[in-house]
T-cell receptor, first 110, second 111 residues
Framework: NAGVTQTPKFQVLKTGQSMTLQCAQD?????MSWYRQDPGMGLRLIHY???????DQGEVPNGYNVSRSTTEDFPLRLLSAAPSQTSVYFC?????????FGQGTRLTVV | KNEVEQSPQNLTAQEGEFITINCSYS?????LHWLQQHPGGGIVSLFM???GKKKHGRLIATINIQEKHSSLHITASHPRDSAVYIC?????????????FGEGTQLTVNP
């Protein structure tokens, strides 16, 4: 099915560990983004990309890296996880203002 | 100050009631999204509208571009409508603009 595929759905990390959240879309959308969702704060933009090879920072980029080597994939990397990164993460892609979201990743850093 | 403001933050209703959730924005937008998120679930796009009104089943979304205001209505509400409803706007005219989100409205519909 067409859409945004985000993995894993759940993850527990120890402080200092690294991991990559995967995001892929098969709709040929140029614009992709990563958000984190925290209680009382809504969705906040971490990083976004307007096309392959182009990425930029959002509101809360610290502690996260992204790359966009292909149009389809937009992975989010945590190089050294911290408890403050405990959150629910959503990947999204957009085309002409129509947005599609992944199912979310619930990440806990202990 | 958030550029997209939603109200109310929390809403409890009895099954069958008519529900309205409001969204005001301070930025110029090309379209506005209404999203739905069930507990522990992903985010689903309900509507994207740039003018007038859209209807899907018991859900109706309206937007007034001049007043920078949108509403989401649910008619004959049902417990399965219980979810967080989020409005989001891409500021500006370009499709590459980032989305700005409201903080969401937690709706609980009791049987």
């Amino acid at each position: 099915n067409a859409g945004v595929t985000q993995t894993p759905k759940f993850q527990v990390l120890k402080t200092g560990q690294s991991m990559t959240l995967q995001c892929a879309q098969d709709m040929n959308h140029e614009y992709m983004s990563w958000y984190r969702q925290d209680p009382g704060m809504g969705l906040r933009l971490i990083h976004y990309s307007v096309g392959a090879g182009i990425t930029d920072q959002g509101e809360v980029p610290n502690g996260y890296n992204v790359s966009r080597s292909t149009t389809e994939d937009f992975p989010l990397r945590l190089l050294s996880a911290a408890p403050s990164q405990t959150s629910v993460y959503f990947c999204a892609s957009r085309h002409n203002a129509e947005a599609f979201f992944g199912q979310g990743t619930r990440l806990t850093v202990v | 100050k958030n550029e997209v403001e939603q109200s109310p933050q929390n809403l409890t209703a009895q099954e069958g009631e008519f529900i309205t959730i409001n969204c005001s924005y301070s930025v110029g937008i090309s379209a506005l999204h209404w999203l739905q998120q069930h507990p522990g679930g992903g985010i689903v796009s309900l509507f994207m509208l740039s003018s007038g009104k859209k209807k899907h089943g018991r859900l109706i979304a309206t937007i007034n571009i001049q007043e920078k205001h949108s509403s989401l209505h649910i008619t004959a509400s049902h417990p399965r409508d219980s979810a967080v409803y989020i409005c989001a706007a891409p500021p500006g005219e370009t499709s590459g603009s980032r989305l700005t989100f409201g903080e969401g409205t937690q709706l609980t519909v009791n049987p």
